[in-house]
């Protein structure tokens, strides 16, 4: 009997770390394509983005976004595919409230700016990317109260689509932006 509920225990571990291992590593920052991995990172030096109701409109970021060819497995050469450069259909920026009481940013929580190069080639490709447009600094300056700061979270995460093979992945950078903003 305890036999039998051992072996229940473990297949049950097994299927669950099977399952968890799904997806494309979209929180890691990666994505995979017929020919190409990219990864997304921020390549600013601040860790923050402080707003005021003087800052000009719209704030970028600085993205790297690296496309690598696949290798040959065992023989270490570049892979015989043509690699593909890869176009980007969307960026997408979520503001999440870093705190509780910040005021919640409706239909401005998730903003899709557009692309400063939207073509990614094979290496490093610095993109740009509207953290803070327009319409969200107009928000908060009509409901943060004067002499008060309020903070947000600023995930991006890019949709991007493989010129020559079409196959598309969503590629998140990992951590966070924080915007900061005193009105």
């Known amino acids: 009997?305890?036999?039998?509920?051992?072996?229940?225990?473990f297949c049950a571990t097994c299927a669950i770390l099977v399952l968890a291992s799904c997806g494309d590593s979209k929180a890691n920052g990666t994505g995979e394509f017929a020919t190409v991995q990219a990864v997304a990172n921020y390549t600013g030096t601040a860790s923050s983005i402080d707003l005021t109701p003087a800052t000009a409109v719209p704030v970028v970021a600085p993205y790297t976004i690296t496309s690598t060819a696949y290798t040959v497995p065992s023989t270490g050469s570049t892979s015989p595919?043509?690699?593909s450069d890869l176009i980007i259909n969307r960026i997408t920026v979520t503001l999440v409230p870093a705190l509780t009481s910040n005021?919640?940013?409706?239909?401005?929580?998730?903003?899709?700016?557009?692309?400063s190069q939207p073509l990614v080639v094979p290496g490093?490709?610095?993109?740009?990317?509207?953290?803070?447009?327009?319409a969200l600094k107009t928000f908060l300056q009509a409901n943060v109260p004067t002499g008060t700061t309020v903070s947000?979270?600023?995930?991006?995460?890019?949709?991007?689509?493989?010129?020559?093979t079409r196959r598309s992945a969503t590629v998140t950078a990992p951590g966070f932006l924080v915007v900061n903003f005193t009105n």
């Open 81 to 83: 595919i043509v690699v």
């Open 103 to 115: 005021p919640d940013l409706g239909t401005l929580t998730t903003q899709f700016p557009t692309a």
């Open 1 to 9: 009997m305890l036999y039998r509920y051992l072996l229940g225990l």
């Open 152 to 164: 947000y979270r600023a995930y991006v995460s890019f949709d991007m689509q493989e010129q020559n």
């Open 124 to 134: 490093a490709n610095l993109i740009n990317v509207e953290v803070v447009q327009a």
